[in-house]
């Protein structure tokens, strides 16, 4: 074990500078402004839950989450998740209030630590949740408050990816024989494994139509061109009937071009049981986020309302943000001893002109030039006067 | 035009047999490729880019997204786990891993040692099979372990065997075959969607 330098952070942390602090709060507010204009109640929830509760009903899998203690021996765990938590307060208690419930948040929430880069432990995220609305309405206006969001942040380059779980399920279910297959065949496209798909398939020893449409279902389901050719790999229509219903409520408010559909999606997160999707824009070689109907998570809080939402990671965001200059007037105003009112005076002037300004006495500089260099303004009021 | 494609691919045999496929998979890459000490290749006809990386090395720059395709062998996948599409085999550097060890020998029954390339997929077979062994990690000639008494048996790639013959050892369980798999970054998967559903179907129908 090394010791620890000064300089270091537990392993997964960041720290946050000035510059990066701006991008992210301007994206922050954009999204705050979005959720807020359609509705949306923005709330908080603590840091530490238990892991008998929030930790295990999270789909954060048991390995990633963040363990702790606390004085009478309960296991707590840093929330893994926002979408837990609220529907932990949504059903305890804001339901009884309102329903459907509109909220939105803007928290980190943290993951395990681990070795490679590029995996902060701890991690802003953004989104919102629609509890209590079994519709198809409340899945799409998750879906168009997404796009809108997208929009919104500048982002010209992005794609929502949709899939429905309940057909997906129903398709493995009734072209295998057993559960276990279903279970083996459902993680290879969790993982997107094709290869393991077909592979599994042959080994199975399934009744050849079985096998055949499997294989036809994965290759044409990959290339989908419309949603009816879905239709004949499965018995139950409604799920298919849904999709349907939702495509034509995106189309018609003319956002087809952002949205595929994907019936192999699928999620690590079993809770996901009806219309689940993925955020991906270009320039992060990960997604930007996700969202879904997490009916199953509210059964596991005793209640069977139904939920929708999704979610937005703040870290991946930045990657692909476009590069904005902001355009701000700031202004040092330097003072001798004597003239300190007088700065404090004029800086106020200025301030209300929207300017941002810093006053600086020319005593407590070191390096004169280096500290004024950063300004788009300096005024030096021994100088001013001598003028 | 449509945007540039990086591909990474693995140094060395993998790329030569690999790169031929695509020459007869139709695309328009010179018949000859320098392969000096170069490490990035522009085929500005086809708007591609290769990026030349070790083997281990090229699930790792297809995950973070450096990479929108790459490929990859099937080892490399198991053992490493990353969040990356598997999208067609190529059935190219075809071998399997396997256990071997010294001839007519017994694994110790307190803490059976199996040194390795690959900790996780050895971990992992052994677990499946309900054997707790400890892991030693090696980086080559892991046919020494077994023959100077480091480890009771081997986990690593076989493809004639004529290695582990040559060392005195036997093989004694097949764990899984290998081959080289074309793989695709999540997100590149549905930002270049046609460009790379194009270049599996037309490998597709080359692939023996």
Redesign the interface.
Known sequence: MSSIKKFEKPLGMRDTFPRIYEKMERARQIGRQVFRSRGFDFIETPTLEYYDTVGKASAISDSFLFKLVDSQGNTLVLRPDMTTPITRVATSKLLKEKIPLRLAYSANVFRAQQMEG?RPAEFGQMGIEIIGDKTVFADAEVIITAVQLMKELGIE?F?L?IGHAGVLHDILDDYTDHDYQREILRNLLV??????FE?AVHEFDLPATKANALLEFINEA??LSSIEDMEKYVRKNDGIEYMKQLSKLIDAYDLSQYV?FDFTLSSHMSYYTGMLF?V???G????LGNGGRYDGLLHLFGSDVGATGFSIRIDRLLEVLPKEEVEEETVCILFDDEDFIKALDLASTLREQGARVTVQSKKGLMNKEAFTKLFSRVVDLSQEEAQ | MS?ELTIAMPKGRIFEEAYQMLIEAGFKLPEEVEMSRKLMIEIPEENIRFILAKPMDVPVYV????ADIGIAGKDVLMEQQR???????LKISKCHIASAGLPNTQMDEIAPRIATKYPNIAMNYYKGIGEQVEIIELNGSIELAPMIGLADRIVDIVSTGRTLRENGLVEYEHIADVSS?LIA???????K?ERI?EIVSRLKKIVK
């Open positions: 590029g380059s794609k990816t993982e997107r494994n094709y290869v393991g592979e990959t290339n595929s993925e991906f824009a270009s992060s070689g990960f997604p | 945007s995950e973070h997204g450096v969040n990356v599409h598997e999208l067609l085999d798999r970054n999540p997100v590149s998967y549905r930002m969607n559903q």
